[in-house]
């Protein structure tokens, strides 16, 4: 069926993005966020994550466009 391969592609495409994620975290050291006097540190999982996000936000793109 054809929603398996999707699934495969999708979640493909999301390991490969959250790859990438942790790839930025290493490579960068780490981050914060500084909020009115108080900084909040974002680790590795936020940039796992978000890689994630962006690895299905590609997946996404590339099904609307090319079907």
Do not use: R
């Not at 009115?36 to 999982?45: D, H, K, M, S, W």
């Amino acid at each position: 069926m054809d929603i398996f391969a999707d699934i495969n592609e999708a979640s493909t495409y999301a390991l490969v993005g959250a790859a990438i994620g942790v790839y930025a975290y290493h490579s960068i050291g780490g981050a914060g966020l500084a909020i009115g006097g108080t900084a909040y540190p974002i680790g590795l999982c936020a940039f796992a994550g978000t890689g994630a996000v962006v690895g299905l936000a590609a997946f996404g793109t590339k099904k609307s466009v090319f079907g």
